[in-house]
């Protein structure tokens, strides 16, 4: 809705006029025009009142956005300067309120700033008539206590058959908007109804676009021109004006029709268009029939009625491009958590289980094959990666170069959480035959995984900035999964479990105890489990036999029951590195065996 805006320097007139939309008001800045000059910008209107060196006016002072009717909401946008309401309320630097219409704003400068609602045209001089209420933006309340202080009355509707006339309009409008899925089939229902709903000859939709009208669809119009007269009137009043039957020739409506424009509004109260409508005479010498009210109050049931449903599918359409933009930050699942509950990012404590995943001699592949084709198999394996933690109820937290992390437990809380990491684990060594048939042609090696597991509490949240959003874990935790994930190539192995992961496994998963590391940059030492198959069970019986005769300090024993380990299994790499460890400490002499193996590398 438009305000009436005048401002006054003392006595002089500095701008006189209506305008649309939020709109500011401040001294002159740079580049600006002087006082009483408008321009707009980022869908703000700004209005200059004093001269650059006029400091008792702030460069950005005062805010204004209708909220009604009848009233319109101020905001002191300065953080120095105060104001004054003519009502004698004070309105001091960043202060907002909501005041009633007509209002005038006093400055210590002698500048004075009236807002009004914009005068109507005498009906007597236009020959226009207008339903009386400015009609309902999409989404406005409407207070019913005062609206319908009493029962709908036969007389409402002079007869029965009037009642059931408003029922058979409002259930046709229902269903002439049904199945219009887009903006186009709006304006095509919009027009069917002002037809043959409302009973008009012809109808259009009209935009205002770049401060002209748009017909964007018509309905029996045959090129006959609209009342530019009519049409300036909506837009600055925001209602239904329509023509009666006096209505004089001197207004440039064709051939006498009878015309009606009722606003199309967005949501903040702005005309963005209008449903028009006409009905035309036999001949040129007769006079159309006339509108009645009954038609207005019908034509702008259908103009609110295209304007909602337009602001719907926008708001829709606004809401699916949030959400892709927000995947591209998120996985679906964990988008769905957070447009649900926004406080996540701010973080909480949580117990999950964290996973890393890395393809193994990457490096040397990326050395052999093209940019593009080593895009395209990156973006191959990640995806099948991400796949089985996402399937496992996970959140892909971060991909780094050919890593990708992933977190269970949060923002969902998951008890099983080390369960669903230890799933999702195996369920990446079975997309590797898959995964292999299709690139050894391309890169000439097998596709193989490195993965860590560990278990603990972390606090999860926002990991990124203000600038790029990662939800993820934070903590010693979080580091400790990723320096497991390294160490299965020392030990020569896929899956890599903390004890903390491996102690909320089920006897359905097999595992056996490789050894206890210590971790470069952390003290305290971790058991490491690996994560096998069933068919592993001997081998893993075997082992742990070994592991614990060299954490006794028994090496002889120890060598040759892993020299018996190698002779069965000759590729096994946690026998190897064992067996190496045994050898080195046998050679070294030492009275009390260290079982803790220090790495000195990630």
Not at 137 to 164: C, K, N, T, V, Y
Not at 199 to 206: C, E, P, Y
Not at 225 to 237: A, D, G, I, N, W
Not at 390 to 417: K, L, N, S, T, W
């Amino acid at each position: 809705m438009p305000l009436q805006v005048r401002i006054h320097e003392n006595d002089v007139l500095l701008y006189e006029g209506q305008l649309q939309g939020p709109l500011e008001f401040g001294r002159q800045q740079q580049g600006e025009l002087g006082p009483g000059s408008v321009s707009s910008a980022a869908g703000v209107t700004r209005i200059v009142m004093a001269t650059l060196d006029n400091k008792k006016i702030a460069r950005r002072q005062l805010q204004a956005i209708r909220t009604g009717s009848s009233s319109v909401k101020l905001t002191n946008i300065s953080t120095t300067v105060d104001m004054r309401i003519e009502q004698g309320v004070s309105l001091e630097a960043g202060d907002t309120g909501e005041f009633p219409l007509p209002t005038n704003l006093q400055f210590a400068s002698g500048h004075t700033v009236s807002l009004s609602n914009p005068q109507l045209v005498s009906q007597e001089d236009s020959g226009l008539e207008s339903l009386g209420n400015i009609s309902m933006a999409p989404g406005q309340m409407l207070d019913f206590s005062d609206e319908f202080a009493r029962p709908l009355q036969i007389e409402d509707a002079a007869s029965d058959s009037g009642l059931g006339h408003i029922l058979r309009v409002l259930q046709e409008t229902m269903e002439v908007f049904r199945n219009a899925r887009n903006a186009e089939g709006l304006y095509t229902a919009a027009v069917k109804g002002a037809v043959r709903v409302v009973g008009f000859d012809s109808a259009r939709v009209l935009l205002y676009i770049n401060d002209q009208w748009v017909q964007v669809r018509e309905l029996h119009a045959e090129g006959r021109p609209c009342s530019t007269f009519v049409l300036q009137e909506v837009l600055l009043h925001c209602r239904t004006f329509w023509t009666s039957g006096t209505f004089r020739p001197t207004v440039s409506v064709a051939r006498l029709d009878a015309v009606i424009a009722s606003p199309i509004l967005s949501r903040e109260g702005k005309v963005v268009g209008v449903l028009y409508g006409e009905r035309v005479p036999e001949s040129q010498l007769s006079m159309a029939t006339d509108i009645s009210r009954m038609d207005a109050y019908l034509m702008e049931l259908l103009a609110f009625a295209l304007a909602a449903e337009l602001d719907r599918q926008q708001q829709e359409a606004e809401s699916q491009r949030n959400q892709t933009l927000f995947a591209q930050f998120f996985s679906a699942s964990l988008a769905k958590h957070l447009k649900g509950n926004p406080d996540l990012l701010a973080g909480q404590e949580v117990e999950v289980s964290v996973i890393f995943c890395d393809i193994r001699r990457f490096s040397a592949i990326s050395e052999v094959v093209d940019a593009q084709t080593i895009f395209s198999f990156i973006n191959d394996v990640i995806g099948a990666v991400s796949e089985c933690i996402d399937a496992e109820g996970g959140v892909i937290v971060d991909y780094v170069g050919d890593a990708v992390m992933g977190m269970f437990g949060a923002p969902q809380m998951q008890q099983d959480h080390a369960v669903r990491a230890a799933r999702a684990a195996q369920a990446m060594l079975g997309r590797r035959t898959a995964l292999t048939a299709k690139w050894r042609p391309i890169i000439g090696e097998d596709v193989d995984f490195s993965i860590g597991i560990n278990s603990g509490r972390a606090r999860a949240g926002n990991s990124g900035s203000a600038y790029r959003f990662k939800y993820g874990p934070l903590g010693r935790e979080v580091n400790l999964a990723s320096r497991i994930q390294g160490v299965t190539k020392q030990l020569q192995t896929r899956i890599l479990l903390s004890r903390a992961a491996e102690s909320s496994l089920g006897p359905e998963f097999v595992r056996r105890r490789l050894c206890c590391v210590r971790v470069v940059n952390m003290q305290e030492p971790v058991e490491l489990f690996e994560l096998n198959d069933a068919g592993c069970r001997e081998l893993n019986q075997r082992y742990e036999q070994a592991l614990r005769l060299f954490e006794q300090g028994d090496l002889k024993k120890a060598a040759r029951q892993l020299g018996e380990i190698l002779e069965a299994w000759p590729d096994d790499g946690p026998t190897l590195v064992l067996l190496s460890r045994v050898v080195n400490a046998m050679l070294e002499g030492a009275e009390h065996v260290d079982t803790v193996w220090n790495l000195s590398r990630k």
